[in-house]
């Protein structure tokens, strides 16, 4: 880098820097060898957040845009002295079409005895969620994140336009399937990408935070169903939005981190060098410091692994097992169930989905502040009481005024989007770290288990509309109960071992608030 002389007014020289000199900001060393060089969190992260986080508008609108596909539609029979629809002197179905066009219901009758069709597409999508989820994961722990990251957002593309051209309703739920197990992969490799390049300073905010787009999408779909009516071109609108991803393929890089802990040193260094570049962070030691860092992470002795049965193996770690999975079950269950439930309620259901699914967006917020304040236990213990409030008020509630009803079921929604977010971190928290992603893992697999089910409990609602918040109501207050036997993690050291996640809880104290 060059300078030149230049006379100062008073007469005096100085020193003049060229355009090629910028200002370097020092990076706080930190025994995390990747962020010690590009920082916790500076601008080009910053940017790779803000990139990522499109992907997660798509992830609402797929997950929960069965709400508007398969729209609640008034049946009649048109055959001449004929008042039940149902019943097998009707030969003419007439759909009332004045709210939506077409939907999955009336395109392929899906009334009376085949009513539970429907709901079964959607316990389908859930289901391709979960799978997706797990075998994307082990794709990019295997091959990368970029290419696992990068196949399920094009995946989602293309399957996603296939499902607009469904001949049938069978060719619809595979389709439906194939988006969802895309989506789970998404959902899966962002929130890793994301996290492998953020430092612990704004790794917790950020890990909140990341739920807000999904949030936005689930919101926004009331306002693509007001104004397309018509089911294949909405399902064409929330699909085609993924062209974007295009530009994936040129701004989202391997994850650096991956890179140096499966020994591909150089590649990383050079993904490094650019990222610190963007952050005005020095470049001169990235080399020396990263090949030392890995030849210690080589030379250091291989820790003791633990697998899925030793969560179980110990009585305490057992009982905290338990009662996360069953947190999770639930909030999956109450978040995805609620939000379609609402849509039965009558009314507008583009209002009543709009102001439910908005509502959701500060409540993430919320759970930022909640959590930092209050811990995670008493968030959590919160957050499920008042979805248990909303929803057992609707079972007392069921035959009054629908904006009543509206109101019940949006507070247990509202609830459900401060868990939801507490989950990932408290659980991430909880479990030792030789079995973290075991533990983990099994949680997200009841919580799917829970968003399975969640189509099919709403369904319990053509028997009596008070059954469905009941069930919704008991689960929430099985998670309150449950959450009494977590303990707080806040300010506390991550336990290690199987022996610290066994004794984590019983005697420690916080470090700091």
Known sequence: MKSTMVDRPDGKKTKERTPKEEKLYPVEKTADPIISQIGDFRRYQLFFCALIFLSKFGTGWHTLGH?????????SCGTENVTDACSDECNDL????????STIITEWNLTCKNKSLASLSQSIVMLGVMFGSMLFGMIADRFGRRPAFLGCCYMQLITGLVVCVSPTYWFYCIARFLVAFATGGTMTTSFVLIMEIIGPKKR???AVLYQIPFNIGHASLAVFAYFIRTWRWFQFSITIFSVVFIVYLCLVPESPRWLFTTGRVDESIQILEKIAKHNRAPRENIRPEIEAGYRALSARQPAKKGNLLDLFKTPYLRV??????????VVCMVYYGTAQYISKLGGDIFLNNLIAAGLGIPGTCLCVVLTKWLGRKITLMLSNSISAVGLILLVFLSESSMWVQVACATLGLFGASITFPNVYLYGGELFPTVVRSNGVGLCSMVGRIGSITAPLICDLANIKPWITPLVFGIFSVLAVIGTIFIPETRGMPLPETLEDGET???KQKPQQN
């Open 204 to 206: 917790e905010l950020v």
């Open 67 to 75: 709400i508007f596909l398969a729209a609640p539609t008034e049946l």
């Open 320 to 329: 905290k097992t338990i009662c996360m999975a069953n947190n999770w079950l």
């Open 504 to 506: 984590f809880g019983r």
């Open 94 to 101: 007439v759909f009332d079409t004045s709210v939506f066009h």
